[in-house]
């Protein structure tokens, strides 16, 4: 048995579908959570054009106190005649566990995130999805991955869509890698950063524990940067 491997599910749930199907899907989530803990969590995703998070808000907070972590796409679009800057608000009051893409935030929803010690979701950044949808020059020009990482702020690299995309997670920390000329040791950080972000808290620690246990692949001069700030017991 290989004890490596943990798999969690997150299901979506699709804006443009109407309210009633998304009821059922919760439904169909909260029984199976029943005998087992493999759904963590509830995403907001799908068509920004269609619907609002407003309309479906009730089912994310009954998902929320049934236990389940909660995730939202959110500002994808420049000019979005749903998801407008009160949307964004009305997303950030509602607190999800994390917030996919948030390309285009306004100022104050930045500062609001930036300057909030209680809540701070993390980020979820798709480098090559963002590329294309976004139609950069250069991954250089993306509009929030330095303000997240020049302030710390918590994010994850994902590929969005390996299939659509052409990529996978490796690509991704690569392009991030070679595009801001990051060392072994912030990319070692930034991936060990991730894994207080994942939606089963009882698994942290021993995820952690692995993460160390990979490090013996890389040069010795990167891990023993990073074993010096751990103090896990393996």
Same mark, same amino acid.
């Given at each position: 048995?290989?004890?490596?491997?943990?798999?969690?599910?997150?299901?979506?749930? /699709? $804006?443009? #579908?109407?309210? #009633?199907?998304?009821?059922?899907? +919760?439904?169909?989530?909260?029984?199976?959570?029943?005998?087992?803990?493999?759904?963590?969590?509830?995403?907001?995703?799908?068509?920004?054009?269609?619907?609002?998070? $407003?309309? *479906?808000?009730?089912?994310f907070q009954k998902a929320r106190e049934?236990?389940?972590?909660?995730?939202?796409?959110?500002?994808?679009?420049?000019?979005?005649?749903?998801?407008?800057?009160?949307?964004?608000?009305?997303?950030?009051?509602?607190?999800?566990?994390?917030?996919?893409?948030?390309?285009?935030?306004?100022?104050? =929803?930045?500062?609001?995130?930036?300057?909030?010690?209680? %809540? $701070?979701?993390?980020?979820?950044?798709?480098?090559?999805?963002?590329?294309?949808?976004?139609?950069?020059?250069?991954?250089?020009? =993306?509009?929030?991955? !330095?303000?997240?990482?020049?302030?710390? *702020?918590? @994010?994850?690299?994902?590929?969005? /869509?390996?299939?659509? %995309?052409?990529?996978? +997670?490796?690509?991704?920390?690569? !392009?991030? &890698?070679?595009?801001?000329?990051?060392?072994?040791?912030?990319?070692?950080?930034l991936a060990e950063s991730t894994i207080? &972000?994942?939606?089963?808290?009882?698994?942290?620690? #021993?995820?952690? #524990?692995? %993460?160390? !246990?990979?490090?013996?692949? @890389?040069?010795?001069?990167?891990?023993?940067?990073?074993? &010096?700030?751990?103090? %896990?017991?393996?």
């Amino acid at each position: 048995e290989n004890n490596n491997i943990v798999i969690k599910l997150i299901v979506s749930i /699709d $804006r443009s #579908k109407d309210i #009633k199907e998304a009821e059922e899907i +919760l439904d169909i989530v909260l029984s199976l959570s029943e005998n087992n803990n493999d759904i963590t969590g509830l995403d907001f995703s799908g068509n920004p054009n269609q619907n609002s998070f $407003r309309q *479906y808000s009730t089912i994310f907070q009954k998902a929320r106190e049934s236990g389940l972590y909660i995730t939202i796409h959110s500002s994808e679009l420049p000019s979005e005649s749903v998801i407008d800057s009160k949307e964004t608000d009305f997303i950030l009051d509602f607190e999800p566990d994390r917030i996919g893409h948030a390309l285009y935030l306004k100022p104050h =929803h930045i500062d609001r995130l930036l300057g909030s010690t209680s %809540f $701070r979701p993390s980020i979820e950044i798709c480098p090559t999805s963002n590329y294309f949808t976004m139609n950069l020059n250069s991954f250089e020009d =993306h509009p929030t991955f !330095l303000t997240w990482m020049t302030n710390g *702020y918590p @994010v994850s690299i994902n590929t969005d /869509d390996s299939g659509v %995309f052409d990529t996978n +997670l490796s690509q991704e920390y690569q !392009l991030i &890698q070679n595009t801001y000329s990051l060392s072994n040791q912030q990319m070692i950080q930034l991936a060990e950063s991730t894994i207080n &972000q994942i939606f089963a808290k009882n698994l942290i620690n #021993k995820v952690k #524990k692995l %993460f160390l !246990l990979k490090l013996r692949d @890389v040069d010795s001069s990167s891990r023993s940067i990073y074993v &010096q700030s751990q103090s %896990f017991e393996l």
